[in-house]
Every structure is written in C-alpha cells, then in structure tokens.
C-alpha cells in the first residue's frame, strides 16, 4: 500500500511542477492579500505586530483552498480516479496521498515565503521564525480539511467554491490554536500558551488526518462507482 502510495504522490509530484498553476495561483493571492490588509487597516507597526498572526493565518487557508479541488477534479475527469478504483488502490491511500501532494505543492512554497511576509509585519526573525513552524505543525490539518472538502464536492459543478465552503467551518478549531500560540510569542512572549495550544494542535492532527482518510476514501470509492 505504502509503495501505490508514492507512486500517487509521485505522479502529481511530476503534474503539479509541469503545470504550475497549482503552485503559483495560491501564492500569488497569498501575498497580494497580505498587501491589501495594511492599507485597509493602518500601517502603525505596533498595529501591524498585533493583527499580523491572524492576517497571515487567514490569508493561508484562504490561498491553500483555492486549488484543493482540483487535485481531484483533474483525475475524476480523465479517468485516473476510476482506474485507481479498478487497480483496486483503496480510497483512503488516494486521500492521504492528496493531502501529502496538498501540503507539499500548496502549504509549503506559501510558507516558504513567510520569511518576507514577517518582515512585512515588523516580527523579528526569532518571531517569524517560531511562526512558521507553528504554522508548519498546524498545515498538515488544513491540508486534511482542505482535500476533505474537495472530496465531498467532487461530483460538483461549483466543486471549488463548494470546497471552500465546507473546509473552513471544520477549520475554526485549528485557527483558534494556532492564531493563539502565535500571538502568544509575539505580543507577549508567553512560550507556556504557545506550547498548550501547539499541543491541541498536534492532538487534532493525530485525530483528524486518520478520519479524513478514513471518510474521505468512502467519499472517493462512492463517487467511483
């Protein structure tokens, strides 16, 4: 199973870099949402330092589900998905196998350029830098939630707005903790509430990626058949 799995995760590896679409749309949005919010908002850096966190966090999930829906759409449509179904690959290794391409093509080229973004905010490179792997622990969640909503949408005409629509109610748990364990650090330097909250974080990954394998691979088998 382990080896159909990579050999998925390795395929879409090789699509998403040929197309890139997939990699430069939601980074694109990301940070020209990051440059809007100031200027909505006000450009005083003690300002700037307070709201940074959630602007970021926000913008993340917003660009990060821009695409989701299409690394299902894609193989629905030209039949991978149901070849997938007769090779007899269980739903739930196609599902994780997304959330890994998901994380991969999607979560970590935006993160990659948080380094900048932090600097936007005037953070110091040690708060930038304890934001991104704070970010880094909670993604794989999003990622989970993300290619979950696709799933149920996949069958939709309006697959990504649909997608989009499902994902972010089943997100709010995961944006309170890790808005709270950033802030924590910035504004006040409290390292105790960071580690509580990216604790919850670690304990909602290790319960929600299983059964957003588990009910995402039911969603695809149905939507096979």
């Known amino acids: 199973m382990l080896r159909k799995m990579l050999a998925?995760?390795?395929?879409?590896?090789?699509?998403?870099?040929?197309?890139?679409?997939?990699?430069?749309?939601?980074?694109?949005?990301?940070?020209?949402?990051?440059?809007?919010?100031?200027?909505?908002?006000?450009?005083?850096?003690?300002?700037?330092?307070?709201?940074?966190?959630?602007?970021?966090?926000?913008?993340?999930?917003?660009?990060?589900?821009?695409?989701?829906?299409?690394?299902?759409?894609?193989?629905?449509?030209?039949?991978t998905q149901e070849q997938m179904f007769l090779a007899s690959i269980p739903g739930y290794i196609v599902m994780m196998a997304k959330i890994v391409i998901h994380y991969l093509c999607v979560i970590c080229p935006i993160l990659a350029t948080g380094f900048f973004v932090g600097l936007f905010f005037d953070l110091t490179i040690k708060e930038i830098f304890f934001t991104i792997i704070i970010f880094s622990v909670a993604s794989p969640l999003f990622s989970a939630i993300s290619c979950l909503g696709a799933a149920i949408a996949l069958n939709s005409k309006r697959g990504g707005f649909i997608a989009v629509f499902i994902s972010l109610p089943l997100e709010i748990s995961a944006i309170i903790f890790t808005s709270e364990a950033a802030t924590s650090i910035i504004n006040s330097d409290n390292y105790y509430i960071s580690y509580q909250s990216i604790a919850m974080l670690l304990g909602l990954v290790f319960i929600l990626l299983p059964l957003s394998c588990f009910f995402g691979g039911i969603i695809i088998n149905n939507s096979t058949k």
């Open 8 to 79: 998925i995760i390795k395929r879409d590896l090789k699509l998403n870099f040929t197309t890139t679409s997939n990699i430069i749309t939601p980074i694109i949005f990301f940070l020209v949402s990051i440059a809007i919010f100031p200027f909505a908002i006000s450009n005083d850096p003690k300002i700037l330092r307070l709201i940074g966190p959630g602007i970021i966090l926000c913008s993340l999930l917003l660009s990060s589900s821009l695409v989701s829906h299409y690394l299902f759409e894609a193989d629905y449509e030209d039949g």
